[in-house]
């Protein structure tokens, strides 16, 4: 039950510093188009494909091995 809870916490976290840079992008002047783009890139984007994929790919191919 550990794993679940540090997944979550710390995408928590990561969440949390991605909404931070877009608040201080904002914050400074740029639009909001802009402070996504520069908030959210395509390194984000692969990592949280690859976290879902560890956990709902994952649960697939034990469901199917069982």
Partial sequence: ???PF????ASSVYCAAKTAA????VTAG???ETAILH???EAD???WAGVLN???L???FDWVRA
């Fill in 39 to 41: 908030a959210w890139t």
């Fill in 54 to 56: 560890f956990w709902f």
């Fill in 22 to 25: 877009f608040a201080a992008g």
């Fill in 45 to 47: 984007q692969a990592l």
């Fill in 6 to 9: 540090s997944s979550v916490s």
């Fill in 30 to 32: 740029a639009g909001w």
């Fill in 1 to 3: 039950m550990s794993w």
């Fill in 58 to 60: 994952g649960r697939v």
